[in-house]
């Protein structure tokens, strides 16, 4: 199986501020990598999809880059509703896998 | 608007049968392809299966041997069935549509919560 490992776990920035969460596949998928928020007791909202496409409605505040085994999600300016939780996963081959998430908090 | 919408008993018994089923709107089955993901309580999420509406499935090896998703054309549904439960299948189950965002989950149900407890 192929494991996808985000880094941070958690993070704690401010409104305004850039930040980068990042996932490292254990082995190339291309560009076969997602990124999804989550928050608390909502299902997980598709932003990025094909390591830097982004998906419809998702601000452009949000971009992906990346291919092979390392990915990173940026976020050019946090705003007050970007306080959750991101998760990569990979769909390159099955099983799909998500990494373990990274928690964004507000400092 | 393309809709999805768990249904199923929140409650099972060790041993017993876990089912769930997906009710589709807004765009038929047979557009996309279908699956299960879930998340206990607190953790991270857990690709579960999927379906194509010819009804080929690709399950994850981990769940294999007590999984079976299933559709239903003429419903427009989809089911997921999790044999001999434990508590470690407690968590929220989420039906999740890929379409067209690649091979991204890009529609997604609330989720519902199915605790295995006696």
């Known amino acids: 199986d192929i494991q996808v490992t985000q880094s941070p776990s958690s993070l704690s920035a401010s409104v305004g501020d850039r930040v980068t969460i990042t996932c490292r596949a254990s082995q190339s998928i291309s560009s076969y990598l997602n990124w999804y928020q989550q928050k608390p007791g909502k299902a997980p909202k598709l932003l990025i999809y094909?390591?830097?496409s982004l998906q419809s409605g998702v601000p452009s505040r949000f971009s992906g880059s990346g291919s092979g085994t390392d990915f990173t999600l940026t976020i050019s300016s946090l705003q007050p509703e970007d306080f959750a939780t991101y998760y990569c996963?990979?769909?390159?081959?099955?099983?799909?896998?998500f990494g373990q998430g990274t928690k964004l908090e507000i400092e | 608007q393309v809709q999805l919408q768990e249904s199923g008993p929140g409650l099972v018994k060790p041993s017993e049968t876990l089912s769930l089923t997906c009710t589709v709107s807004g765009v038929s089955v047979r557009s996309y392809y279908w699956s299960w993901i879930r998340q206990p309580p607190g953790k991270g999420l857990e690709w579960i299966g999927y379906?194509?509406?010819?009804?080929?499935?690709y399950y994850n090896p981990s769940l294999k041997s007590r999984v079976t998703i299933s559709v239903d054309t003429s419903k427009n549904q989809f089911s997921l069935r999790l044999s001999s439960v434990t508590a470690a299948d407690t968590a929220v189950y989420y039906c999740?549509?890929?379409?067209?965002?690649?091979?991204?989950?890009?529609?997604w149900g609330h989720g519902t919560l199915v605790t295995v407890s006696s």
């Open positions: 999740v549509g890929v379409g067209a965002a690649g091979n991204a989950f890009d529609i």
């Open positions: 094909a390591a830097s």
């Open positions: 996963q990979h769909s390159y081959s099955t099983p799909y896998t």
């Open positions: 379906i194509f509406y010819s009804g080929s499935t």
